[in-house]
């Protein structure tokens, strides 16, 4: 199987999680942070999260093969 450019979803808030999406914009697989840091609704950089989807993809060892990083933050607003 031939390893694709990726990307590297992030949830920065409420119930911080990370994903992989293909290239054609399918979710091959995702973690919230709480699983592995065992922390209620954890808010922040989902650090073992990211380490996880990367490790089980192969991408680990391939980190330039993750073309985009896109981040999402529930908490901001443009309400001023």
Same mark, same amino acid.
């Given at each position: 199987?031939?390893?694709?450019?990726?990307?590297? !979803?992030?949830?920065?808030?409420?119930?911080?999680? %990370? %994903?992989?999406?293909?290239?054609? !914009?399918?979710?091959?697989? %995702?973690?919230?942070?709480?699983?592995?840091?065992?922390?209620?609704?954890?808010? !922040?950089?989902?650090? /073992? %999260?990211? /380490? #996880?989807?990367?490790?089980?993809?192969?991408?680990?060892?391939?980190? #330039?093969?993750?073309?985009?990083?896109?981040?999402?933050?529930?908490?901001?607003?443009?309400?001023?």
């Amino acid at each position: 199987e031939d390893i694709t450019n990726v990307i590297l !979803g992030l949830n920065l808030s409420h119930n911080s999680s %990370a %994903a992989l999406l293909d290239d054609s !914009g399918k979710v091959s697989m %995702a973690i919230e942070e709480e699983r592995l840091s065992r922390i209620k609704n954890h808010i !922040g950089i989902p650090l /073992q %999260a990211i /380490q #996880e989807v990367l490790k089980i993809s192969d991408y680990k060892d391939n980190p #330039e093969l993750i073309d985009k990083y896109l981040g999402i933050d529930e908490d901001s607003s443009d309400d001023e």
